[in-house]
């Protein structure tokens, strides 16, 4: 390395250092320790006593920690295509020249900057299955159907029916994809308009452009949404836990892993056990990225390459 | 400390010692707290008593006591004490209270007896409760049942509810008599309207006895009658609890097992012309069971680690006379855990029914929450299983066995790590005493 190289990896790295001082303190170091702990029994007051591998064989047996995962990866395998899809749709109708655009992109974002505690009580109230507003919205379809078919069919009870309760909570995310919205706006303003104007002069509609320039030029932003979306979707908790009143919700249908660790943190003071539990949810997460980057690599283009 | 230092000291605590009392009141029950707190300041001129309301008191307390910088009083929930102390994080108080002279005589047995655990005292009561059945007598009135008369067994009570059962034209549920599952708060312990109990000394967990399996029965009947899914629309209209919606203010129940905070609620939220009367909950068997209750207490406890734990003692002292103690209950509306009451007391108490709370604190069947470190994911596993019983997915039969079978896994577990550390804990706490 000559002189030169030192010194930009010098000045490079004390630029850095507040970050790498921060990742170190806040992240590494608890990602370490709670490594350490997952194989004690610590109740956080007492001391931590070594066990083994007693809370990872715990953990094989425990039916909630089982069902928390399903449900953790139900709710990421429908959430995060829905809103990506969602969320991608809405950028490029707000990409659109029309008068009055910059409104609705500042109304489609909004929804994002409520605090997910407001956010959680207000879908709470819109999906209450006996007095809810979405309900009231689907009962004249729902009236119509059963007049032409005879039947008796209600909109679902969304937060008291197992079987609705992680539908609904997709839906209240989706609508919270205004974030993603924005950085997929920047992305769709990055493409070159000449290879619009290509395609157009080669008699190119709107959806063959969409496929064959838009999807392809704004692919790296897709990918960055996707495993934002992931690793989000594997942290779910303020939202359930707030919309179910801090319950896991009926047939423990809303019982995230997130949810799990802090119960079993806070509430049940088995410290241990819960970073068990963290460190194999940060293991998931981690393979699920490692697998969405690999196989990103053939689709995503990058300009500068 | 935290949010501590920064906080100015009004200039009458000068010279004195100052000690952070974290509690988790707010409005007028801070209010009532920080009239005693007050007096108590004015009282001496050695000890200055900061109150500091916090929320979600039990997990910022563990926090604060593991950081070794805890409060050095705070108020706490009974059902808490088991779990604190066995993890060391409470000061035994058995020295203070032999020295300032308080008995266990002075108390209804339940509240003293709900601050003990593994041999020690480590908590002494603020506010009680205990709970009892409240009635809605326009209601009865309305489904021709005599408003004064609130049931007297649990089978009269079903036949209630029956009578009191009201759909409208689309079948829809739109006023039961009760149900269990309003509130649903103790939902561990609705067994002991049965003869049982969730948990004992001599046999461990108890989450599938045949008096936890009649309790079962009891909630099974319930989506059998009224149909789980109309039962699960009913309680979906029900409002937030601190809300002109709850259900008991809007006539969608007309029954509801509550303590004596119910009060100060439905003084806030109930119609104007709301009818109520209070009686013991019956049991299913009244001749061998009767007044059952369930009681529990806020209590005060000083923190191991508490950096002035005499004086805040002493401050603890001072709540435990009659004087302030009737202060501080008349203010919070609840009863006093002191066996020596005044007549002024239940005099001025604004809830004509005060005295049904207070008596049944002194029944033979006022049961406890048990003291158990793994009470909480008891309590939430019961819960768990009591609202599926109520969508009807299941049975008793399916549910129990194996939530006994891990009940007693973790309770076991928790056994192993209190004898890791039980020598070492006692001889500590014996030292404590000592001193």
Known sequence: MSRSDWIRLRNGLLFISPWILGFVVLNLYPLLSSFAYSFTDYSVLSDPVYVGTDNYERLLKDGLFWQSLYNTFFFAAFSIPASLAVSLIFAVLLNFELPGRSIFRTIYFLPSLLPLVCLGVLWQWLLNGDIGLINAALDPFFDTFNRIFGTSVRPPNWLADPAFTKPALILTTVWTAGNAVVIFLAGLQDVPRSLYEAAEIDGANFFQKLLHVTLPMISPVIYFNGIMALIGSFQVFALPFIITGGSDGPGRSLMFTATYIYRRAFEYWDMGYACAIGLVLFLFVLVLTLLAHFISQRYTYYQGE | ?435
């Open chain 2, 1 to 435: 400390m935290l949010g501590g230092c920064s906080r100015e000291l009004p200039p009458e605590a000068e010279g004195r010692v100052v000690i952070d009392y974290w509690e988790k009141w707010t409005g007028f029950e801070a209010e009532a707290m920080q009239a005693v707190v007050d007096d108590f300041n004015a009282s001496q001129d050695r000890i200055y008593v900061r109150y500091l309301p916090v929320s979600q008191i039990d997990r910022k307390l563990l926090l604060a006591i593991a950081g070794g910088n805890p409060p050095d009083v705070a108020g706490m929930w009974s059902y808490a004490v088991a779990a604190y102390s066995e993890n060391n994080a409470l000061t035994p108080l058995d020295t203070y209270v032999a020295e300032a002279g308080i008995v266990e005589e002075d108390y209804y047995p339940i509240f003293w007896e709900l601050g003990l655990h593994r041999g020690h005292l480590w908590a002494l009561p603020s506010t009680p409760a205990t709970n009892a059945l409240h009635w809605n007598k326009k209601l009865f009135r309305d489904a021709g049942l005599d408003p004064d008369k609130p049931p007297r067994s649990l089978a009269e009570l079903e036949a209630m509810n029956e009578k009191l059962l009201l759909r409208d034209a689309n079948g829809r549920i739109i006023r039961l008599g009760h149900n269990p599952q309003e509130p649903g708060w103790w939902n561990a312990s609705w067994v002991a309207w049965f003869g049982g109990e969730p948990w004992t000394p001599e046999d461990g967990m108890l989450a599938d006895s045949p008096q936890m399996r009649e309790a079962f029965a009891w909630f099974e009947s319930y989506p059998e009658r009224f149909g789980g899914h109309d039962l699960q629309q009913l309680r979906n209209s029900f409002g937030n609890f601190a809300s002109p919606q709850n259900p008991f203010f809007t006539g969608r129940v007309a029954m509801t097992l509550q303590g004596p905070w119910l009060y100060n609620f439905i003084k806030d939220y109930a119609p104007e012309d709301f009818e109520w009367g209070v009686a013991p909950f019956p049991s299913l068997d009244p001749e061998r069971w009767p007044g059952v209750t369930i009681a529990e207490s806020d209590q005060l406890v000083i923190p191991a680690g508490a950096k002035h734990p005499e004086e805040a003692f002493e401050f603890i002292r001072y709540v435990q006379q009659q004087g302030p103690m009737e202060k501080l209950c008349l203010g919070q509306k609840k009863f006093s855990p002191l066996v020596e009451v005044s007549d002024a007391f239940y005099a001025e108490h604004p809830n004509p029914y005060i005295k049904v709370f207070a008596d049944l604190a002194a029944s033979p069947n006022a049961a406890r929450t048990s003291p158990i470190t793994i009470w909480n994911e008891y309590r939430n596993e019961m819960t768990n299983a009591v609202d599926t019983v109520f969508l009807g997915d299941a049975t008793a039969e399916d549910l129990l066995p194996p939530l006994q079978k891990n009940m007693v896994e973790a309770y076991d577990r928790a056994q192993e790590r209190w004898e890791r550390v039980a020598e070492q804990r006692e001889e500590e706490w014996r030292q404590d005493v000592e001193e």
